[in-house]
């Protein structure tokens, strides 16, 4: 039996949860947030503390166990303390900021790149090289700061690009020092 799946999830003070057919919705100080459940999956909520249990024991019915409770968990966590993904720009003249929801970033182009802030995202920008991505849904966080990753990735000659806070790039050497002349 999945060890994650069957620990129960306890729902703190000032978070609400509603089950209505297949959809789970939790609401929290943050906002609210729906995930439709699967049809092996079921949710019981009991004397504050939700019980996620599968109907079968098949492969796919003993992943998505561990899984959807992992999630509902997530989506408690989002709608109580909210996630955040932080970046960091390298390179000369590298700086990024926001303006009327729209990111702005120079990174070496011939022209400044916009990423449009979604709707439920907050970026902030406290330096021109820091970018903070905010949210309720982890999801769409990890997805959002993977997208803006992807405009300028960290190259291994230099490290020049947009990475995320304390990840480590692989450098490799150069031409003139790997030929050792």
């Given amino acids: 039996m999945s060890r994650i799946g069957k ?25 609210t947030l729906n995930k439709t459940l699967p049809d092996q999956i079921e949710v019981e909520i009991n004397n504050n503390q939700i019980f996620v ?3 079968s024991d098949t492969k796919l019915d003993r992943a998505l166990h561990g899984l959807y409770r992992t999630l509902i968990f997530n989506m408690i ?9 932080e970046l960091e ?3 000369v003249g590298y700086k990024a ?4 929801n729209i990111l702005t970033m120079h990174l070496g182009f011939s022209h400044p790149v ?7 995202i907050k970026i902030e920008t406290p330096k021109q ?4 991505i905010r949210g309720i849904d982890k999801e ?3 997805e959002i700061a993977a997208r803006i990753r992807r405009i300028s990735p960290p190259e291994p000659y230099k490290g020049t690009g947009i990475r995320y806070t304390g990840e480590y790039i692989r450098r490799k050497v150069g031409k003139a020092q790997a030929t050792g002349k």
């Fill in 7 to 31: 620990k129960p999830i306890i729902i703190p003070e000032g978070v609400k949860i509603a089950l209505k057919e297949r959809i789970i919705s939790v609401e929290g100080p943050k906002g």
């Fill in 53 to 55: 249990k599968r109907r």
């Fill in 77 to 85: 966590k989002g709608v109580t303390e909210g996630y955040s993904k």
């Fill in 89 to 91: 720009i390298v390179g």
């Fill in 97 to 100: 900021q926001v303006k009327d």
């Fill in 114 to 120: 916009n990423f449009t802030v979604p709707e439920g």
């Fill in 129 to 132: 090289t820091q970018i903070i």
């Fill in 140 to 142: 769409k966080v990890g």
